[in-house]
């Protein structure tokens, strides 16, 4: 029997709506009014969200403690894009979230794949964790499915081929051999065949 090709996908904005939740929940807690087009960086401290990244932290971990956090869906076909890329490849979810969500994050998976068998981990890159591109080369990942540009780069320099899913963030993405842009799951899918 042939081994399955290992793949690694981010889960905030490529599976699940972080996104659009987190901002909801910023707007209504904090009186604000940003909207995905205002994100033109993934660190929030950079595009004037928030004035320090301590702050976007703090705010963050205000976020995925509250009930908002709770309520992420989907992104757009992300869901049958992930049992279709299941079928012939071996999935592992690389975030950069914190170990702590580890029970939350597993139970969204269990209860929408109750017999997934993926694998997942928890990088906290964003806290001076390992790289995604550390993780991916440790485990023998070949192809990263990715929404942020730094992210994405970082495995395409390592020699990870790279799908960066388009978002208001990394328009201005560096380009690189090992990257391809793609607009959304149906593009993912067709270049895997």
């Known amino acids: 029997m042939e081994e399955k090709i290992k793949i690694g996908i981010d889960i905030d904005e490529v599976v699940a709506g972080f996104m659009k939740c987190f901002l909801e929940y910023s707007n209504l807690n904090y009186g604000i009014q940003n909207s995905l087009e ?3 960086n993934y660190h929030l401290w950079e595009c004037g969200i928030h004035d320090s990244k301590e702050e976007s932290i703090r705010k963050v971990e205000e976020f995925q403690d509250s009930e908002y956090f709770d309520k992420i869906n989907f992104v757009g076909d992300s869901k049958r894009g992930i049992e279709n890329i299941s079928k012939k490849h071996k999935v592992y979810f690389i975030t950069s979230r914190p170990e702590k969500l580890k029970d939350k994050t597993v139970n969204f998976f269990y209860s929408n794949f109750p017999k997934n068998g993926y694998s997942f981990v928890f990088s906290g890159e964003i806290y001076g964790g390992k790289t995604k591109a550390q993780i991916c080369n440790e485990l023998g990942i070949k192809l990263m499915i990715e929404d942020n540009a730094d992210y994405a780069l970082n495995c395409a320099k390592s020699g990870i081929k790279t799908f960066l899913l388009d978002k208001p963030w990394n328009n201005n993405y560096e380009k690189h051999e ?7 799951w149906g593009e993912i899918l067709e270049n895997l065949k």
């Not at 090992?178 to 959304?184: A, R």
């Open 38 to 40: 205002d994100i033109t």
């Open 178 to 184: 090992n990257i391809i842009k793609v607009n959304n």
